[in-house]
Nanobody, 126 residues
């Protein structure tokens, strides 16, 4: 079992930055890949970024590439999402997710994530 707790969301003006954190409790953190997803009001949840077990490989949605950076600190059992040059269309609830034990490779597919956090709200004003 893995428990995920996100933090760092808030209200920011367009062009600003935020850093989201997701701390994991439970199984060995370095044994699985992690991802960030988001859901805007009235829209389906969508992929944002993913990172492999060691942090050596990552993948981004086209909409955030060059602006967002995913990273992880296995010693702190935490994955981060640094968000720069934020736009109003980035407004959403952001969720972190963990793959099952032994699934070490990054993936953008939601169905391949087994554990989900409760989400943190990010609001970008114009």
């Amino acid at each position: 079992q893995v428990q995920l707790v996100e933090s760092g969301g808030g209200l920011v003006q367009a062009g600003g930055s935020l850093r989201l954190s997701c701390e994991a409790a439970g199984r060995t953190f370095s044994s699985f890949a992690m991802g960030w997803f988001r859901q805007a009001p009235g829209k389906e949840r969508e992929f944002v970024a993913t990172i492999n077990w060691s942090g050596s490989s990552s993948y981004y949605a086209d909409s955030v590439k060059g602006r967002f950076t995913i990273s992880r600190d296995n010693a702190k059992r935490t994955v981060y999402l640094q968000m720069n040059s934020l736009k109003p269309e980035d407004t959403a609830v952001y969720y972190c997710a963990a793959r099952s034990s032994g699934s070490t490779l990054e993936t953008p597919y939601q169905s391949r994530y087994y554990y989900w956090g409760q989400g943190t709200q990010v609001t970008v004003s114009s």
